[in-house]
């Protein structure tokens, strides 16, 4: 098992070596690997069953039906759009009285928090009951043989995004407490019945709405299991219910410019599947989105990791900025050293393993694979970026970011779709990750100049990186042996750019939980 700190009682304030939650502990190398370690394994076990489940549903559901039941799962992944950006709120402010030894104000703010999320999540489940049919029957073209049961099952996902979204904040607290093991414990058998379920249905019926139906029920359950698991985390949690509006400001100044973020990076990320149904077919979109699904499975790797350095990285903005400063040039060349390897080999081979799992019509989804690889490549990297201006406190600059790269996200999407089809959206996708990413670096750098690495030689690691992307891509008689040089290049890399310090760490993450348990 993986040590964690003790919590403190709510009513007292915090204090002395036997708080447990000082910076140190809280940010301590063993604390976050394992809890990065077990954040991948919670996100990443469930595509396990993604592999088999996909050829199930195409060959029992048909390719329009599977592209329903994908579109289903974006809209599932955008509910935290009616959130305001309140988890992420809720963990950096949770994390910060963590930090400062202000535990006793921790309960009020998480009732306050969860009370507004319910608010917000009724108000975005009657918004999107009322325009469901407008988006399915205009935007989507969604065929007339399955509109019907294609509405019923929009109506059941539209029902439960208020239980989303609560469950969003309370998964906030969990992390900011660092209580990963808690939350994997939940998100392995949520993320497994997300596509076995469907598939257990099968048996009984093929309607959409009776597949929507039960993945509905599955995500109620995992919100009771998160409310059960923080009144465990902290059994104060229990009485100190009730709404404080003194909290009501701060969560509402960080987590406006959040629900900026969160409208509009979910639209740049999904609003691609939706324009290839609009303006291609809904068939394409089963073309498009399966390389994406498993393609951006990548970002599980950051994920994991920047779900464990956001909590630490506010804790330690205004207490221990060289520890900020060592943490996130790790974040860097860890992700750096283990997602290039994984690129290439995602590019060498993304044409012959698609053939094999899907099928040869699904030859056409190769290119669509490749490119996104290298976007999800450089989309990684800037999220150690992304979370640390936000943990300054910073959410504005990220959110006028996306306010700037929208629009040029959505011209060139129409004009790539139009000329290339969905290969063009994937190549779209992949020049405003190329701007995203840029910019974000260079935004944290003002705030943390004293960052060296990033300023010096992560462009030319990144340089390089794109140059072997694209001479594999070019060549792909020599993929293999590429695939083996570079491998090897990733080795050298790990005693050249990786001073011991930061070796650390990351051995004890590869090793397990066992290595990292206290």
């Known amino acids: 098992m993986i040590s964690t700190p003790s919590i403190p009682s709510p009513s007292a304030t915090v204090a002395g070596p036997a ?31 993604a592999i088999f489940c996909y050829p199930v549903l195409k060959r029992h559901l048909g390719v329009d039906r599977l592209g329903v039941i994908s579109l289903a799962w974006v809209v599932i992944g955008y ?70 049961e294609t509405l019923h099952a929009f109506y059941w996902m539209s029902a439960v995004i208020p239980v989303v979204v609560v469950t969003a904040g309370l998964r906030g ?35 959409l709405a009776s597949i929507l139906a ?29 709404f404080h509006w003194t909290f009501v400001k701060p969560l509402l100044h960080f ?68 520890r900020l400063l060592f943490l996130y040039e790790c974040g860097v060349k860890y992700l750096f050293l283990v997602l290039f390897p994984l690129t290439l080999v995602v590019i060498a081979f993304a044409p012959e393993a698609l053939q094999r799992w899907m099928g040869r019509d699904f030859s056409v989804s190769a290119v669509v694979a490749q490119v996104l690889a290298v976007a999800v490549f450089l989309n ?8 640390h201006v936000q943990s300054r406190g910073r959410p504005d600059i990220t959110a006028k970011l996306h306010l700037v790269e929208l629009p040029i996200y959505i011209g060139l999407l129409f004009w790539l779709a139009q000329s290339m089809g969905i290969r063009g959206v994937a190549i779209a996708w992949l020049i405003r990750v190329v701007i995203d990413t840029g910019l974000l670096f260079l935004f944290s750098w ?51 750019v990786l001073s011991p310090r930061e070796r650390h760490p990351l051995t004890l993450w ?5 290595a990292v348990a206290t």
Request: with cysteine.
């Open 380 to 387: 990684s990297l800037s999220q150690i970026p992304f979370a």
């Open 19 to 49: 708080n447990g939650l000082q910076v140190k502990s809280f940010t301590s190398g063993r604390l976050l690997a394992g809890n990065a370690l077990w954040n991948l394994l919670g996100a990443g076990l469930p595509l396990v069953f």
């Open 255 to 322: 987590g406006t410019w959040m629900s900026v973020s969160n409208l509009i990076g979910p639209l740049m990320v999904y609003f691609d599947r939706f324009l290839v149904g609009s303006l291609i077919s809904l068939s394409a979109v089963t073309y498009y989105s399966v390389p994406n699904d498993v393609v951006t499975k990548l970002n599980l790797i950051p994920a994991a990791m920047v779900g464990v350095l956001f909590p630490a990285f506010s804790a330690m903005v205004d207490t221990d900025r060289s």
């Open 214 to 242: 039960v993945l509905v029920l599955g995500r109620i359950a995992a919100g009771v299991a998160h409310l059960w698991a923080c009144s465990r985390v902290m059994p104060t949690l229990r009485s100190g219910i009730g």
């Open 173 to 207: 607290v969990l992390e900011a407490f660092q209580k990963f093991g808690v939350a994997t414990a939940i998100r392995i058998p949520m993320g497994i019945f997300t596509f076995l379920g469907p598939v257990m249905v099968l048996r009984f019926s093929h309607s």
């Open 79 to 148: 509910f935290s759009f009616f959130d305001l950006g309140l988890p992420r709120a809720l963990t950096k402010l949770v994390a910060e009285r963590l930090g400062q030894e202000k535990s006793e104000e921790i309960p009020a703010l998480v009732w306050t928090s969860l009370a507004l999320l319910g608010c917000m999540g009724l108000a975005g489940a009657a918004a999107t009951l009322l325009f469901m049919p407008l988006l399915l029957r205009h935007l989507l073209r969604v065929p007339a043989e399955i509109f019907d």
């Open 446 to 496: 003002r705030l943390l100049k004293e960052n060296r690495f990033v300023a010096a030689r992560l462009p030319l690691l990144m340089a390089g990186a794109l140059g072997c992307f694209g001479f594999v891509f070019a060549v792909p008689s020599l993929t293999a042996v590429v695939v083996v040089l570079w491998s090897a290049a990733g080795l050298s890399m790990w005693f050249r």
């Open 510 to 514: 590869l090793r397990g939980p066992g």
